[in-house]
């Protein structure tokens, strides 16, 4: 662009190549999240995401590097997601209430964003079983949910209610056990679930067990 032009429109056109690039990339991740879904991690190749998104072969490469750079790049997308449903519907809330917000945004994130979910799911079976640098991310985004959990049940326990006797490390085990292993059963048989009624008694499990009189 010419020295002469003026600021506000050279801003405007790299404001405009930003943009394009943010989408070209979310083109790209959305192609990934549908081929890990019909072909697995194994089938997905940087070279089909970048044509099949409408690009040159070589352009999903250069953006993420590598089939492990993309599919890190889902996983931190699915979990700014999670996060930002974890937010809206926990908020401000603390101790039991938390954790009631927090059963429904599981619930919630599972109908909402089922095709991103689903491929985190696959990418994370898929990363258990070898030396991936996925194990890291995805025992670190286990831990995150477990100190949460923690968090809400010392919380509850403070401020009356919950039952002082609750064991903080238990309940953190059990909530994430419940929500990732429904999450694993129902992507591989969503058909088999009833998630609004499966949730609801996962509500009413945790009241009867936590709930102060």
């Known amino acids: 662009m010419p020295a002469n032009e003026p600021s506000d429109l050279r801003k405007k056109t790299r404001r405009t190549q930003i943009e394009r690039t943010e989408e070209s990339s979310q083109r790209m991740i959305n192609v990934g999240v549908r081929l890990i879904i019909e072909r697995g991690p194994q089938q997905t190749t940087l070279k089909d995401v970048g044509e099949l998104a409408g690009y040159s072969r070589g352009l999903a490469s250069h953006r993420f590097g590598s089939k492990d750079g993309l599919f ?4 931190s997308q699915g979990r700014k997601q999670w996060a930002e449903e974890l937010r809206r519907l926990v908020g401000e809330r603390r101790g039991i209430e938390a954790l009631l917000a927090a059963t429904e945004a599981m619930r919630s ?3 909402r964003s089922s095709d991103q979910y689903r491929a985190m799911l696959i990418l994370w079976h898929e990363a258990s079983g070898n030396a991936s640098p996925l194990v890291e991310k995805l ?3 286990h831990e995150i949910q477990r100190r949460d959990v923690r968090r ?3 919380q509850g326990i ?8 609750a ?3 238990f309940f953190a085990a059990l909530a994430t056990s419940m929500f990732y292993g429904t999450a694993y059963q129902w992507h591989i048989n969503p058909q088999a679930f ?6 609801s008694g ?6 009867t067990l936590l709930r102060a009189s």
């Open 72 to 75: 890190q790049e889902i996983l």
């Open 152 to 154: 809400w049940i010392e």
């Open 139 to 141: 025992r670190e985004h």
């Open 167 to 169: 064991d903080p490390d």
């Open 194 to 199: 009833d998630l609004e009624q499966l949730f």
């Open 202 to 207: 996962y509500r009413q499990a945790f009241e």
């Open 158 to 165: 403070a401020q009356g209610d919950i039952i002082p006797t």
């Open 109 to 111: 994130f599972l109908t």
